[in-house]
T-cell receptor
């Protein structure tokens, strides 16, 4: 099946710093999403980003489907950004069966 | 309710016992999903419901696992004769109709520990 690799696996930042998280795919992907899992385990959808760039506040995401990768940018990080970030893809047709990446664990210290 | 709810929040059971996990999706959402999150396997898909039907059960790890959905709403995931490797967080999600670009809304999960 399609492999979804994320890097780095762990990241420690000082509050206010910027960061880039990466998601690589073993095959082409058309339906790519980014999620944040907070320290209490709640998963929240951040972006649906099959291609191009989207921005939401301090977060933005870019997917280059032809090169099989997606990037999540976090600017001016805050302690509330801590948690695990997952990218996930779903099939081109049919229902949305998510295949999750390995995750990047982010800790933002004050 | 406003979001997806799951119960119980935590469950500790002895090996060999049966457990039932419950999911209440967002009202009006026809698509419902179960996922499992464990240290060794990450986040993995278990089963998908469209209404009361389960067109894809491919993620269920063994025949000890089963799930049903009634009234197009509440779903129950049942694990029979639990094993220690079943220990994980079981997450439920729902979306409006299951389309590829829809947002899945996740519940808080049930943390299962099998002793």
């Amino acid at each position: 099946g399609i492999q979804v690799e994320q890097s780095p696996p762990d990241l420690i930042l000082q509050e206010g710093a910027n960061s880039t998280l990466r998601c690589n795919f073993s095959d082409s992907v058309n339906n790519l999403q980014w999620f944040h899992q907070n320290p209490w385990g709640q998963l929240i959808n951040l972006f649906y980003i099959p291609s191009g760039t989207k921005q939401n506040g301090r977060l933005s995401a870019t997917t280059v489907a032809t090169e099989r990768y997606s990037l999540l940018y976090i600017s001016s990080s805050q302690t509330t950004d801590s948690g695990v970030y997952f990218c996930a893809r779903s099939p081109d047709t049919g229902f949305q069966k998510l295949v999750f990446g390995t995750g990047t664990r982010l800790l933002v210290s004050p | 309710g406003a979001g997806v709810s799951q119960s119980p929040s935590n469950k500790v059971t002895e090996k060999g016992k049966d457990v039932e996990l419950r999911c209440d999706p967002i009202s009006g959402h026809t698509a419902l999903y179960w996922y499992r999150q464990s240290l060794g396997q990450g986040l993995e898909f278990l089963i998908y419901f469209q209404g009361n039907s389960a067109p894809d059960k491919s993620g269920l790890p063994s025949d000890r696992f089963s799930a049903e959905r009634t009234g197009g709403s509440v779903s129950t995931l049942t694990i029979q004769r639990t094993q220690q490797e079943d220990s994980a967080v079981y997450l439920c999600a729902s979306s409006l109709a299951g389309g590829p670009s829809e947002t899945q809304y996740f519940g808080p999960g049930t943390r299962l520990l099998v002793l």
